[in-house]
Every structure is written in structure tokens, then in C-alpha cells.
């Protein structure tokens, strides 16, 4: 790792590795990519991503079941393996990762502000992670990215969800 943060690490292990990223963001809008772009070598790993804001968006790019939208809303653990799932999927990424969650300033569909879902996946095997920040609606975006990021940047380390390394 190169302790110049989780991005940076991220790009690094991954690159090494010979390992593909991409990203579904709802709550982040784009937030995890960018900040892994502007890591230098990013190109080697960051395939791309889907912002997928509204429902519609994770059903149709992301191919989020439409019952599970409609029986648990888009703020739910279950969504965000589904999104990563889609990511990993839609650009055949080694990797899919996935932000969810009620950044405020109004609870969402029942799920006070700061409830965030996120969400890595591999070939191997998909985890969520369950969040609640504290903030107003930057602080819980900007907490969402950096959780994401440690969480691909842990399993990277770790040998991607128990990939023999």
C-alpha cells in the first residue's frame, strides 16, 4: 500500500493485482470514481461507472429487481449488493462497488438521514456494509465515498473476499 490514502491505495493494489473497478453510485453521484480517477495510474484499473440516482436508472443500467426497489426502497442492503453486483456486471469489472443511502436534508422512505448502504462484489462473493453518519447532506456524501473506498481498498488487501493471492 502506499499510505497516500485509500484511493491511492486502491489504484495500487488493484493495478498489481491485474484488477478492474467500477462503480454504481446513488447517494455519491459519481463521488468514488472521481475521487479514483485522480489517482495518477487510475486508467489501469477504473473501468468506469453508473450514477443511478432514481430507481428506474438501478433497475434498467443495473438490473436492480423491480420488486426489491418497489418491497424495500433504494436505501436497503440488499439494493446496494444488487447495485455493485450490476456495475461488476455492466462493464465486466473484477470488481463492483455500490453507495446507497439518505444524505439528507429528509428522511428517505422511512430511513433517517445518515442511513447508508454500501457495497463491494466479486466474482467470489458480494458484502454490504451498513452506515449511519452524522452531518449534514456533504459530510454524510463525503463519509459514504471514504467508507467505500476502505472497504475496496480493505478487500484488495485482504485478496479480494478470499481470492487466493
Known amino acids: 500500500m502506499t499510505g497516500a490514502g485509500p484511493a491511492a491505495d486502491v489504484v495500487d493494489l488493484a493495478a498489481r493485482r491485474g484488477l478492474t473497478v467500477a462503480t454504481a453510485e446513488s447517494l455519491t ?39 426489491l426497489l418497489s418491497s424495500a426502497g433504494a436505501v436497503d442492503p440488499r439494493v446496494a449488493a444488487a447495485m455493485a453486483e450490476g456495475a461488476r456486471n455492466a462493464f465486466s469489472a473484477d470488481i463492483g462497488v455500490a453507495t446507497t443511502g439518505v444524505a439528507g436534508p429528509s428522511p428517505h422512505e422511512g430511513k433517517p438521514v445518515g442511513t447508508v448502504f454500501t457495497a463491494i462484489s466479486t466474482p467470489w462473493g458480494t458484502t454490504t456494509f451498513d452506515h449511519h453518519f452524522a452531518g449534514d447532506r456533504a459530510a454524510i456524501r463525503s463519509a459514504s465515498r471514504d467508507a467505500v473506498l476502505v472497504e475496496l481498498r480493505d478487500a484488495l488487501a485482504e485478496g479480494t473476499n478470499s481470492r487466493p493471492r
Do not use: H
Open 29 to 67: 453521484a459519481g463521488m468514488v470514481a472521481a475521487t479514483l480517477a485522480d489517482v495518477p495510474g487510475a486508467s489501469a484499473v477504473l473501468l468506469g461507472g453508473i450514477i443511478a440516482y432514481q430507481g428506474d436508472v438501478k433497475q434498467k443500467l443495473l438490473r436492480v429487481d423491480a420488486e
